[in-house]
């Protein structure tokens, strides 16, 4: 019911700025909590950053303070703004969507396909 798109990936230099965007179709977004996590060769995916339907934030403490996560409901996107980037960030970044069952327990989620960050030395 939802498609997730990726962009805005691609090769920095440490210290420089990338800013991700993930664009949603389908009907409800304003309903998703919607998130950014990564995936570096070797590693477990992880969360990077998280924002509620409601606005609320959360990082992973090691990108508080150089990300920020925003959304524009009615756009149906979600961004990841990317400052003092370093070469531990690099990874595939992937948008997420996620809610609650409507009528059962469990949740309902989504996954774009992902996008390639690089942060050279």
């Known amino acids: 019911q939802v498609q997730l798109v990726e962009s805005g990936g691609g090769l920095v230099q440490a210290g420089g700025s990338l800013r991700l965007s993930c664009a949603a179709s389908?009907?409800?977004?304003?309903?998703?909590?919607m998130a950014w996590y990564r995936q570096a060769p070797g590693k477990q995916r992880e969360l990077v950053a998280a924002?509620?339907?409601?606005?609320?934030?959360n990082y992973q403490d090691s990108v508080k303070g150089r990300f920020t996560i925003s959304r524009d409901n009615a756009k149906n996107t979600v961004d990841l703004q990317m400052n003092s980037l370093k070469p531990e960030d690099t990874a595939v970044y992937y948008c997420?969507?996620?809610?609650?069952?409507?009528?059962?327990?469990?949740?309902?989620?989504?996954w774009g396909q992902g996008t390639q960050v690089t942060v050279s030395s």
């Open positions: 997420n969507a996620r809610r609650a069952r409507r009528f059962i327990s469990g949740e309902v989620n989504y």
């Open positions: 389908g009907s409800g977004f304003s309903t998703y909590a």
């Open positions: 924002i509620t339907s409601g606005g609320s934030t």
